[in-house]
Nanobody, 124 residues
Framework: QVQLVESGGGLVQAGGSLRLSCAASGRTFSSYTMGWFRQAPGKEREFVAAITSSSGSIFYADSVKGRFTISRDNAKSTVYLQMNSLKPEDTAVYYC?????????????????WGQGTQVTVSS
């Protein structure tokens, strides 16, 4: 029903910035809560940020507060993750996800649709 495609990943020096984009197919993007998750090798999938359909509620993991900003453009069916002051521990594959629920936005199993992921590598 929904396809998500992430872009914008790459290799960056510590302290640098990247902006990830997630483009959604279909005509129902505005009704979804959108989330960003990340997974490093050998580690569990980790919540990063989420934004509700109206942009009225925004959530961040403690590890990224003050550095990352999530936003959405419903007219373009796109959600963004602006990442500043990047650290080596931010290195991971970043995934975009969509959910019909606003409850439990930090839980991966509440998201029905996932993108393919984009690699972010931060060098020290």
């Amino acid at each position: 029903q929904v396809q998500l495609v992430e872009s914008g990943g790459g290799l960056v020096q510590a302290g640098g910035s990247l902006r990830l984009s997630c483009a959604a197919s279909g005509r129902t993007f505005s009704s979804y809560t959108m989330g960003w998750f990340r997974q490093a090798p050998g580690k569990e999938r980790e919540f990063v940020a989420a934004i509700t359909s109206s942009s009225g509620s925004i959530f961040y993991a403690d590890s990224v507060k003050g550095r990352f900003t999530i936003s959405r453009d419903n007219a373009k069916s796109t959600v963004y993750l602006q990442m500043n002051s990047l650290k080596p521990e931010d290195t991971a594959v970043y995934y975009c996800a969509a959910s019909v629920r606003t409850l439990f936005v930090r839980t991966p199993t509440n998201y029905a649709y996932w993108g393919q992921g984009t690699q972010v590598t931060v060098s020290s």
